[in-house]
T-cell receptor, first 113, second 116 residues
């Protein structure tokens, strides 16, 4: 069965600093990978996704993520965070032929001035 | 595009009553809809998967008689929490996907249920 690990429960970053949120997955074949963001009391918004092809994917709000098969990772990055980026971030994995997604436990991002 | 709405956004009810939550795909036809439950500061827990015109598939440990799911059309799914109790209080989120979306799910804004 597939699984997703987000090792960091909570990360605090200064506004303007760079950000990297970690995501590791466990699955034998090529997974479909997603990063979602959730603001308090809201649903989830898709930041970016990887299905195949170029392993560096660009998303909305200046985010990018890189699929590294050798490390089973799909880390999310942003070169310079803004106060509005404070939210909960979820990594998710899907597989061909199975419509469900498996979510990580989430990483809460706090931005300090 | 790919907008999903939920109604109501929040609801307060008395213990023992039933509550219905609607999930609609506004600008696309959703072949599959999902219902999640989220506890404070936790991840999403999949409750069930529903396909239009078929019975929902519930995850292990989810009471199908308590959480009734109906997927009557390609744009509407409903979750009814029957005989609600305070422990059912939670944030319920629906999502929808299409056959061509490569597992991508489009999420609704969620419904906060509080049972008194």
């Amino acid at each position: 069965a597939q699984s997703v690990t987000q090792p960091d429960i909570h990360i605090t970053v200064s506004e303007g600093a760079s950000l990297e949120l970690r995501c590791n997955y466990s699955y034998g074949a090529t997974p479909y990978l997603f990063w979602y963001v959730q603001s308090p009391g809201q649903g989830l918004q898709l930041l970016l996704k990887y299905f195949s092809g170029d392993t560096l994917v660009q998303g909305i709000k200046g985010f990018e993520a890189e699929f590294k098969r050798s490390q089973s990772s799909f880390n999310l990055r942003k070169p310079s965070v803004h106060w509005s980026d404070a939210a909960e971030y979820f990594c998710a994995v899907g597989t061909r032929g199975n419509e469900k997604l498996t979510f990580g436990t989430g990483t809460r991002l706090t931005i300090i001035p | 595009g790919a907008v999903v709405s939920q109604h109501p956004s929040w609801v307060i009810c008395k213990s023992g009553t039933s509550v219905k939550i609607e999930c609609r795909s506004l600008d696309f036809q959703a072949t599959t809809m999902f219902w999640y439950r989220q506890f404070p500061k936790q991840s999403l827990m999949l409750m069930a998967t529903s396909n239009e015109g078929s019975k929902a598939t519930y995850e292990q440990g989810v009471e199908k008689d308590k959480f009734l799911i109906n997927h009557a059309s390609l744009t509407l799914s409903t979750l009814t929490v029957t005989s609600a109790h305070p422990e059912d209080s939670s944030f319920y989120i629906c999502s929808a996907s299409t056959m061509s979306s490569y597992n991508e799910q489009f999420f609704g804004p969620g419904t906060r249920l509080t049972v008194l």
